[in-house]
């Protein structure tokens, strides 16, 4: 029944900006535990930034602190990734991900409804 739905990627200069958002059908009262992750092209997938059913934000991956932020509206149910300054090594496919705790996890495995990804390229 949870079913997300990325949007947003697109091509940017290095030192632009973009905003992923992700509709997440299926919840009757709030987003539960979501995650962004990416993966670039042989390359193992990597958890991004985790944001907790209550809202808190659990987890950063080193390489993105300070520049992204996760966030959510309940009331839309739509899961956020601000990305600041952006840099080459940033492209990659963007996945959003989800599963029905309060409090998520951090491998991938462990997620359960999965979308379909949105690519990021950033170029020099």
């Known amino acids: 029944q949870v079913q997300p739905v990325e949007s947003g990627g697109g091509s940017v200069q290095a030192g632009g900006s973009l905003r992923l958002s992700c509709s997440v059908s299926g919840y009757p009262d709030g987003i539960r535990c979501a995650a962004w992750f990416r993966q670039a092209p042989g390359k193992q997938r990597e958890g991004v930034a985790h944001?907790?059913?209550?809202?808190?934000?659990?987890y950063y991956a080193d390489s993105v602190k300070g520049r992204f932020a996760i966030s959510k509206d309940d009331a839309k149910n739509t899961l956020y990734l601000q990305m600041n300054s952006l840099k080459p090594e940033d492209t990659a496919m963007y996945y959003c991900?989800?599963?029905?705790?309060?409090?998520?996890?951090?491998?991938?495995?462990?997620?359960?409804?999965w979308g379909q990804g949105t690519q990021v390229t950033v170029s020099s």
């Open positions: 944001i907790n059913g209550d809202g808190t934000t659990h």
């Open positions: 991900a989800t599963r029905g705790i309060w409090f998520c996890p951090n491998r991938a495995a462990e997620y359960t409804f």
